[in-house]
T-cell receptor
Framework: SAVISQKPSRDICQRGTSLTIQCQVDSQVTMMFWYRQQPGQSLTLIATANQGSEATYESGFVIDKFPISRPNLTFSTLTVSNMSPEDSSIYLC???????????FGEGSWLTVV | TQLLEQSPQFLSIQEGENLTVYCNSSSVFSSLQWYRQEPGEGPVLLVT?????EVKKLKRLTFQFGDARKDSSLHITAAQPGDTGLYLCAADNYGQNFVFGPGTRLSVLP
């Protein structure tokens, strides 16, 4: 399985600010995803990060709020823009294994917005 | 929209007891995964099951994929406090997307 590193692991952010989360994978992967996990909840897919093109967003998520970059096959960033307390969540980077039937997760970035 | 249901939602048991967690859907999936997530960390993959009727064992954990590939179970024998966590099932919808269940939050008391 790929080793997935996320930064920051946790942060406390002021309302109205933006934060960029970085995801680094130790090998080239085709599919990278960003998930959100709100307190006590399961995982919700935000978007698929596409290398060299715009991310594919799920219903309820928009590029202006969650801009995503994927400059190469091992790195992606997710920005949470103009944060509000409702954005307090764990944000998880994940990648698909070769063959595509399993996904692996980073350790997550725990954001608290005050 | 494909949905995965998990039961029970919460489970609190004593160390040494056995338990079973269920993951059910009305849809057929190409494969199904089980993850365990501890507080403040990302989900860690436990197993992937692919074939209908498949049974996989991981130490004290036994995973089964239903014959029709719509449901799965996770059985833990002689639970230990280290088994405490959120257990998530996730299904691969034939490469289109991954669907996650709501999770079962397990607490094993010493």
């Amino acid at each position: 399985s790929a080793v997935i590193s996320q930064k920051p692991s946790r942060d406390i952010c002021q309302r109205g600010t933006s934060l960029t989360i970085q995801c680094q994978v130790d090998s080239q992967v085709t599919m990278m995803f960003w998930y959100r996990q709100q307190p006590g909840q399961s995982l919700t897919l935000i978007a698929t990060a596409n290398q060299g093109s715009e991310a594919t967003y799920e219903s309820g998520f928009v590029i202006d709020k969650f801009p995503i970059s994927r400059p190469n096959l091992t790195f992606s960033t997710l920005t949470v823009s103009n944060m509000s307390p409702e954005d307090s969540s764990i944000y998880l980077c994940s990648v698909s294994a070769p063959g595509g039937n399993t996904i692996y997760f980073g350790e997550g970035s725990w954001l608290t917005v005050v | 929209t494909q949905l995965l249901e998990q039961s029970p939602q919460f489970l609190s048991i004593q160390e040494g007891e056995n338990l079973t967690v269920y993951c059910n859907s009305s849809s057929v999936f190409s494969s199904l995964q089980w993850y365990r997530q501890e507080p403040g960390e990302g989900p860690v993959l436990l197993v992937t099951v692919v074939t209908g009727g498949e049974v996989k064992k991981l130490k004290r954990l036994t995973f089964q994929f239903g014959d029709a590939r719509k449901d799965s179970s996770l059985h833990i024998t002689a639970a230990q406090p280290g088994d405490t966590g959120l257990y998530l099932c996730a299904a691969d919808n034939y490469g289109q997307n991954f669907v996650f269940g709501p999770g079962t939050r397990l607490s094993v008391l010493p």
